[in-house]
């Protein structure tokens, strides 16, 4: 069954086998990525994949909300909730973090680049994670200045799904 049901989806390696514990190393790390094109009438879906697979990082690429959509309508059990909004008409990105991890927000912003940064604590070290939306309509060249920006302060340890 695809995440979710309108649109193509391919969810072939985004979903990993049940994970109720810590992570106690990155190998055990499970993420679920998504670009949802509007997650408010699909929160029901998403809901229903965490209880099933409790991702321990669950990545959303345009959620199509704004500020006027309150955390408490897309509260999913379990986990804490990280957004930066943009509008309805499109964009916006979220990152739900399972409540069995401490985290903190290092950076959340939209404007040409949404982009949202947060540190997560594991038994093992912290993990920085950074989910970057790049509009169609931004230019490329602030998307490839933030990306070489980010490369040179971060040592990457994994790359999961990098996809340009």
Known sequence: MPFFS???TDTSGNITSPNNSCITN???LSVLYYNARSLLPKIDHLRAVCALYS???VCIVET???DDILDSELCVHDYDIVRADRN???GGVVIYVNTCHSHNVL???CSDLELLIVCITTTLTPITLALLYRPPSSPYSIFDD???TLLTHVRITHFFNFVL
């Open 88 to 90: 309805r008409h499109g």
């Open 107 to 109: 950076y959340s912003g």
């Open 146 to 148: 933030l990306l070489s």
């Open 6 to 8: 309108d649109g193509p």
């Open 26 to 28: 990155l190998s055990n």
């Open 55 to 57: 991702p321990d990082l």
């Open 64 to 66: 199509w909300i704004d």
